[in-house]
T-cell receptor, first 114, second 114 residues
């Protein structure tokens, strides 16, 4: 199947700083990318959907000014957690779809804010 | 609106026993249905998908699922569990557009005992 690479896999940052997470589709063009957040032992909650070259669509309750999403090319989307706080600590997962029915997922990023 | 319900947050089986993970969906349009597996601290891996072709879908690692429209179900089965099958399993639904988001169930943790 197609490969989606997410980087970094783990990051620890200080409260008040910003963190950028990258999601790359390595062998296909991802017209749509999705960002999810997963709390311990829970399901994936969709945060936002981004289409290449346009603004992301955020789910209800997700602060777009806090979780900045950029999808500048057909192979790269980034999620920036701005002014991170301990409650932002979570597992963030991206996925990407091109012309396929299914979405392919990155390996996830474990964010810890101290 | 679409949704999925996974009955049973935890399922325990003995090695060699039948695995049955339940998923029921709700969709006002013809759905695509997916089963994903997640190992600890990793992203999601696609096990199998239903995209309106054959109703019995075979996936990787010996798993299969049957789409039953009359029951709005898409249960995941494997005839004989292996220790390596222990993981979190998620059922997901989307509509049949190429860019629609996935809606995930709450997940089922499968434990396999020797």
């Amino acid at each position: 199947g197609a490969v989606v690479s997410q980087h970094p896999s783990r990051v620890i940052c200080k409260s008040g700083t910003s963190v950028k997470i990258e999601c790359r589709s390595l062998d296909f063009q991802a017209t749509t990318m999705f960002w999810y957040r997963q709390f311990p032992k829970q399901s994936l909650m969709l945060m936002a959907t981004s289409n290449e070259g346009s603004k992301a669509t955020y789910e209800q309750g997700v602060e777009k000014d806090k979780f900045l999403i950029n999808h500048a090319s057909l192979t790269l989307s980034t999620l920036t957690v701005t002014s991170a706080h301990p409650e932002d600590s979570s597992f963030y997962i991206c996925s990407a779809r091109g012309g396929q029915a299914e979405a392919f997922f990155g390996q996830g990023t474990r964010l810890t804010v101290v | 609106a679409q949704s999925v319900t996974q009955l049973g947050s935890h399922v325990s089986v003995s090695e060699g026993a039948l695995v049955l993970l339940r998923c029921n969906y709700s969709s006002s349009v013809p759905p695509y249905l997916f089963w994903y597996v997640q190992y600890p601290n990793q992203g999601l891996q696609l096990l199998l998908k239903y995209t309106s072709a054959a109703t019995l879908v075979k996936g990787i690692n010996g798993f299969e699922a049957e789409f039953k429209k009359s029951e709005t179900s898409f249960h995941l089965t494997k005839p004989s569990a292996h220790m390596s099958d222990a993981a979190e399993y998620f059922c997901a639904v989307s509509d049949q557009s190429k860019t629609d988001k996935l809606i995930f169930g709450t997940g089922t943790r499968l434990q396999v005992f020797p």
